[in-house]
């Protein structure tokens, strides 16, 4: 079992060049999110889905593309990366907890991403 | 809108004192749940607690305790006797009733240093 995986770890990237970070979860958890990490911002929501084959916008979408074809699996994508987008990105993952509470989301290691 | 307040940036303590990280939960909804997840300088983000709305009971965990004051959305965490190792950024998030599982506001964070 292990968890909720991201790669790269590591991505330097040019302005205008896309790219695409993936996640995975092996937890069968019905609900992902992405977040970036930004200095003094704490995290912010960019994506979210609650099954294969729905998402939607979290607090800050702008710039970022995403799809959830399998439970699996929830890539990001950058279209046109821009310096702006340098950031720490982490992917969750989460099980629904039925008409009464939510569970922690399960976080992964996080993709450092640099825009020059 | 959601909003989390963490007032301190952050605190300097000696090992073996005791520290409490504030945090308050603003909300529109009645039933909500509080998180706190600890980033240690290795990145990754480690879930300490998960706590709802409706349940005011304090809890402790070794050497860490919360108090939930619902009539204030305070969620405040004690480290008793802190050591070297509590160093980290110390993250309060909440969400509310059914989102919170793939929805979660964050803190910008309290950074703890335990100096030896």
């Known amino acids: 079992n292990a968890g909720v995986t991201q790669t790269p770890k590591f991505q330097v990237l040019k302005t205008g060049q896309s790219m695409t970070l993936q996640c995975a979860q092996d937890m069968n958890h019905e609900y992902m999110s992405w977040y970036r990490q930004d200095p003094g911002m704490g995290l912010r929501l960019i994506h979210y889905s609650v099954g294969a084959g729905i998402t939607d916008q979290g607090e800050v979408p702008n710039g970022y593309n995403v799809s959830r074809s399998t439970t699996e699996d929830f890539p990001l994508r950058l279209l046109s990366a821009a310096p702006s987008q340098t950031s720490v990105y982490f992917c969750a993952s989460s099980s629904r907890a039925g008409t009464q509470g939510i569970y922690e989301q399960y976080f992964g290691p996080g993709t450092r991403l640099t825009v020059t | 809108a959601q909003k989390v307040t963490q007032a301190q940036t952050e605190i300097s303590v000696v090992e073996k004192e005791d520290v409490t990280l504030d945090c308050v939960y603003e909300?529109?909804?009645?039933?909500?749940?509080l998180f706190w997840y600890k980033q240690p300088p290795s990145g990754e983000l480690v879930f300490l607690i998960r706590r709802n709305s409706f349940d005011e009971q304090n809890e402790i965990s070794g050497r860490y305790s919360w108090n939930f004051q619902k009539s204030t959305s305070s969620f405040n965490f004690t480290i008793t006797a802190s050591q070297v190792v509590d160093s980290a950024v110390y993250f309060c998030a909440g969400g509310d009733s059914g989102a919170g599982s793939y929805q979660l506001t964050f803190g910008k964070g309290t950074k703890l240093s335990v100096i030896p």
């Open positions: 909300t529109r909804d009645t039933t909500y749940y």
